[in-house]
T-cell receptor
Framework: QKEVEQNSGPLSVPEGAIASLNCTYS??????FFWYRQYSGKSPELIMF????GDKEDGRFTAQLNKASQYVSLLIRDSQPSDSATYLC?????????FGSGTRLQVQP | SAVISQKPSRDICQRGTSLTIQCQVD?????MFWYRQQPGQSLTLIAT?????????ESGFVIDKFPISRPNLTFSTLTVSNMSPEDSSIYLC?????????FGPGTRLLVL
């Protein structure tokens, strides 16, 4: 079983809609979770992190964490074509972040 | 956040040769990491490089194939030795920041 799992997608949403990206993890020792965005041919860039149960909002982005269900999500409101990218979920591992396989998001104009 | 640079940005190499990738950070950091991202895949941790000690390798990666140096708190190198086409990948340097990790721009390697 992979430590961090994501649906590979692609997830296609129309411009202006809410995109919902999901992630589950198996290591209950993971304390913090991160969402990175990766454009094709570029390195990952941090969008936001969360370590407490509940919601955390930053602009158009909301991260949600449910430690009992071992579930992390990222909501993107008012999706824009520029949000089209691969979104990587990561959790703290033994030495470094452990990444999921990523979900490809396509925002249709 | 730390500013990370990598050299080279890309290279095409012949099988059997070796390539050394450099990672430079604009501030002193304790922990540096090397990841590999194969085409269409996510990031896989190769090793953790700490200054003053040998690198710690993850399962499936060995020092003979991926020797790492960490001479000071702002610099590290990763060598990909005796390359084969299966080593074609993006190699990313990463540093631990406050509560997260930051990534360099990556080195795109193609082995023919």
């Amino acid at each position: 079983q992979k430590e961090v799992e994501q649906n590979s997608g692609p997830l296609s949403v129309p411009e202006g809609a809410i995109a919902s990206l999901n992630c589950t993890y198996s290591d209950r020792g993971s304390q913090s979770f991160f969402w990175y965005r990766q454009y094709s041919g570029k390195s990952p860039e941090l969008i936001m992190f969360i370590y407490s149960n509940g919601d955390k909002e930053d602009g158009r982005f909301t991260a949600q964490l449910n430690k009992a269900s071992q579930y992390v999500s990222l909501l993107i409101r008012d999706s824009q074509p520029s949000d089209s990218a691969t979104y990587l979920c990561a959790g703290t591992g033994r030495r470094a972040l452990t990444f999921g396989s990523g979900t490809r998001l396509q925002v249709q104009p | 956040s730390a500013v990370i640079s990598q050299k080279p940005s890309r290279d095409i190499c012949q099988r059997g040769t070796s390539l050394t990738i450099q990672c430079q950070v604009d501030s002193q950091v304790t922990m540096m990491f090397w990841y590999r991202q194969q085409p269409g895949q996510s990031l896989t941790l190769i090793a953790t490089a700490n200054q003053g000690s040998e690198a710690t390798y993850e399962s499936g990666f060995v020092i003979d194939k991926f020797p790492i140096s960490r001479p000071n708190l702002t610099f590290s190198t990763l060598t990909v030795s005796n390359m084969s086409p299966e080593d074609s990948s993006i190699y990313l340097c990463s540093v631990a920041g406050e509560q997260t990790q930051y990534f360099g721009p990556g080195t795109r390697l193609l082995v023919l």
